[in-house]
């Protein structure tokens, strides 16, 4: 794990902390961004692979990442959120959905 790759699929994984809003040059009209984010941190990361095992949120350090991807997308023009019915999907989800008081739907 790398400084910044917890945004990754939305960040550049070099240590820059560019405004979200300049990752999001206005589409083309009648288009849909898709933006796709992994979830955070777990106990299970580097230990096994936990594929779709319930119950398995995020830990410490998880949680700290997703409040930082929510904030760094709290200015972003989202418009939805999805996410799977697993704990730690639906956690790093939430935190994203949250500034924009937004559901986390699946």
């Known amino acids: 794990r790398g400084g910044g790759r917890a945004l990754s699929g939305v960040a550049r994984t070099d240590g820059d902390a560019r405004d979200a809003l300049d990752c999001f040059v206005a589409p083309a009209a009648g288009t849909t961004r ?13 230990r096994t692979l936990a594929g779709r095992a319930p119950g398995l949120g995020l830990d410490a350090a998880g949680r700290r990442e997703a409040a930082a991807l929510g904030a760094w997308l709290a200015r972003a023009p989202l418009a939805a959120v999805y996410a799977s019915p697993l704990a730690r999907t639906r956690e790093t989800a939430l935190a994203v959905a949250r500034p924009h008081a937004l559901a986390v739907d699946d």
């Open 34 to 46: 898709v933006l796709l984010v992994r979830h955070a941190h777990t106990a299970a990361v580097g």
